[in-house]
């Protein structure tokens, strides 16, 4: 037990996943001893090797990266059990969105910082020091200034990253986050004295790469709509079509340019289809989203701002919806997840251990993430400093944390 416990401390990475609260071998580690599964209680001696590695089955213990307006919190638990926050980054300031690269166990995180403005910053330990990053950052001769970045999304190539910003702009890193570098075509794109904000700002907010293809990418910003690229950036169109913007006049939504995307999120095992919450609309494109047909039959309401994808089920997604844009809060008063399996000819509520009266929460754009398993965990956290999780595809949520500070983004790392 010694042992372990020491290998805690000099690896901080792993505190609280060898060993529980109590001191014993948590149910989703295996330890092995000459080749022979051990205890926590058996005797080791001075040349003996332990492994410690993930149990085959039955693991289930889970890495939370919250971003709130007080700082990141590191959220680490198993099974049912309420997490533990193993650790608290940047306080006082607004972690906006964090997240784990799977391909280099490298971590990111956008922070706003009240005084010295937005940030990112890079760390192989969560629980560690951060670096911070050289940009993202305007040239000079755009005469902008960078006012917060929502997104970082992992790229099709080695080492490749992008970033989201406002105002509206797509930046690229090709050394994990160290540098950035601004996508000029989508920057100069004529349109864009046309293009005006929603209520959280002009942001490009949404990032889907295509499996396999790095070439092609579509990006979602506020309030302008969805642009397509498949030659890397270098050219970029407008894929509106379909979209109705009920918050314009009948006679000014004809190509009107003023598309207010809340989150969008590629199909991987279906990449041509891309599902979309909307201001006021839940969306699918079959194209590449070049068009999209409406899916928001069967929902209380079709205003929300989440939204999450099944990796492994094309025809899965799950939106949070919210009263309307005039009262954002959870519908009808009952939080509950909606998920659909048949791409959104159908949609059911999921909210089982979730509050279902009086229950008025606020779950903001990027607060609503997966772990990609099967069954697929859901964790969503909400202004009001709960998070809530499940691990059974939503059939099922449990209070995973509560009395943080309110809730920007929430991560499976």
């Known amino acids: 037990m010694a042992v372990l416990r020491e290998l805690e401390r000099s690896n901080p990475k792993l505190s609280g996943w060898v060993l529980d609260e109590r001191g014993d071998v948590r149910q989703h580690v295996a330890v092995f001893m000459a080749g022979e599964r051990v205890d926590g209680r058996a005797a080791v001696g001075r040349d003996d090797r332990l492994d410690v590695i993930g149990a085959v089955s039955g693991g289930s213990g889970t890495e939370l990266l919250v971003g709130t307006r007080k700082g990141l919190f590191v959220l680490r638990g198993e099974h049912e059990d309420e997490m533990a926050v193993v650790a608290r980054s940047f306080p006082g300031s607004n972690v906006e969105f964090a997240i784990r690269d799977p391909r280099s166990g490298l971590y990111l995180a956008s922070v706003t910082h009240g005084q010295f403005g937005p940030r990112v910053y890079r760390s192989d330990d969560p629980t560690g020091a951060w670096e911070q990053a050289d940009g993202p950052r305007f040239p000079e001769d755009t005469g902008s200034t960078l006012e917060r970045v929502w997104v970082i999304t992992p790229g099709e190539r080695e080492h490749q990253l992008f970033a989201g910003v406002d105002p509206a702009a797509l930046?690229?890193?090709?050394?994990?986050?160290?540098?950035?570098?601004?996508?000029?075509?989508?920057?100069?794109?004529?349109?864009?004295?046309?293009?005006?904000?929603?209520?959280?700002?002009?942001?490009?907010?949404?990032?889907?790469?295509?499996?396999?293809?790095?070439?092609?990418?579509?990006?979602?910003?506020?309030?302008?709509?969805?642009?397509?690229?498949?030659?890397?950036?270098r050219t970029w169109e407008?894929?509106?079509?379909?979209?109705?913007?009920?918050?314009?006049?009948?006679?000014a939504r004809s190509g009107a340019i003023a598309h207010c995307v809340h989150n969008m999120h590629r199909a991987r095992r279906r990449p041509e289809r891309l599902f979309m919450q909307f201001h006021g609309g839940v969306y699918r494109s079959d194209d590449a989203g070049r068009t999209w047909t409406s899916i928001a039959a069967g929902l209380p309401s079709d205003f929300g701002f989440p939204m999450v994808t099944d990796p492994a089920d094309p025809d899965s997604a799950y939106v949070i919806p919210l009263n309307s844009d005039e009262d954002r809060v959870s519908a009808q008063g009952r939080l509950r997840v909606f998920e659909t399996r048949d791409a959104g000819q159908t949609w059911n509520p999921?909210?089982?251990?979730?509050?279902?009266?009086?229950?008025?929460?606020?779950?903001?754009?990027?607060?609503?993430?997966?772990?990609?398993?099967?069954?697929?965990?859901?964790?969503?956290?909400?202004?009001?400093?709960?998070?809530?999780?499940?691990?059974?595809?939503?059939?099922?949520?449990?209070?995973?944390?509560?009395?943080?500070?309110?809730?920007?983004?929430?991560?499976?790392?």
Request: glycine fraction near 16%; charge should be negative; proline fraction near 8%.
């Open 171 to 233: 930046f690229e890193s090709r050394d994990d986050g160290r540098t950035w570098e601004l996508n000029g075509a989508l920057w100069d794109q004529p349109s864009r004295p046309e293009w005006g904000p929603g209520a959280g700002g002009l942001c490009l907010h949404s990032i889907c790469p295509w499996p396999g293809e790095p070439d092609r990418l579509a990006v979602g910003i506020s309030a302008v709509g969805v642009w397509l690229t498949e030659d890397g950036g």
């Open 350 to 413: 999921r909210s089982d251990g979730l509050p279902q009266s009086e229950a008025y929460l606020t779950i903001l754009r990027q607060a609503f993430g997966h772990d990609g398993a099967e069954p697929l965990g859901l964790w969503f956290g909400a202004t009001s400093g709960e998070v809530f999780g499940s691990r059974d595809g939503g059939a099922t949520w449990t209070l995973a944390a509560r009395d943080l500070a309110p809730v920007l983004s929430v991560r499976v790392a």
């Open 238 to 251: 407008l894929g509106n079509e379909g979209i109705v913007p009920r918050y314009l006049p009948e006679d």
